[in-house]
């Protein structure tokens, strides 16, 4: 599973050259945040939407196409109001990145860094680590399973390995020591 790529930029300069790379990379970009309804998970499609977000409603769309799955360029001031509130709910989805620079896809801004993890990740990660299920670790987060999954998908991604035994161990060696 990859991990859509979120973007909140302060230029429209800077949201081109972002949009530029993914199309390269094979991403099919379209302007406005709203999706149609026939379809819920379009993560298939590797669609990449973009756009001013001048107001709360078009940042619940940003959010809810990003949780649909799509990849989400947004131009807004990410250190404002409205941006701070959008990179937090983008941020519960995934990275966010707030400069145009290339980053490797699912890797976190600061290298191998667990704080680049979202809170659910960690927790399940944790959750692992102390022997618990994926299931079990799902429903004492209150998450679906499906979910839980891909949470320990996008960690795996960050972590740059392959099964979750293995982002687990990644995690352990790298959370920070009590």
Do not use: K
Not at 82 to 94: C, E, F, K, N, P
Not at 109 to 126: H, Y
Not at 152 to 164: L, S, W
Request: net charge negative.
């Amino acid at each position: 599973m990859t991990d859509a790529p979120h973007y909140v930029l302060d230029s429209a300069a800077d949201a081109t050259g972002v949009l530029r790379r993914l199309a390269r990379a094979g991403w099919n970009t379209r302007e406005g945040f709203a999706l149609p309804d026939a379809t819920w998970d379009v993560t298939g499609i590797r669609l990449a939407l973009y756009g001013r977000v001048p107001d709360a409603d078009t940042a619940a769309l940003a959010v809810l196409a990003a949780a649909r799955g799509a990849a989400v360029v947004a131009i807004c001031d990410p250190y404002g109001d409205l941006g701070r509130a959008l990179v937090d709910d983008l941020s519960r989805l995934g990275v966010v990145h707030r400069d145009a620079e290339p980053h490797e896809q699912g890797r976190p801004d600061s290298g191998d860094d667990p704080v680049a993890l979202v809170p659910e990740q960690r927790a399940l990660l944790e959750r692992l680590a102390n022997g618990e299920t994926i299931a079990a670790a799902a429903a004492a987060e209150f998450l679906s399973l499906r979910t839980a999954n891909r949470r320990i998908a996008q960690a795996r991604d960050v972590f740059g390995v392959r099964t979750t035994r293995e982002a687990v161990i990644a995690y352990l060696r790298q959370r920070p020591r009590p």
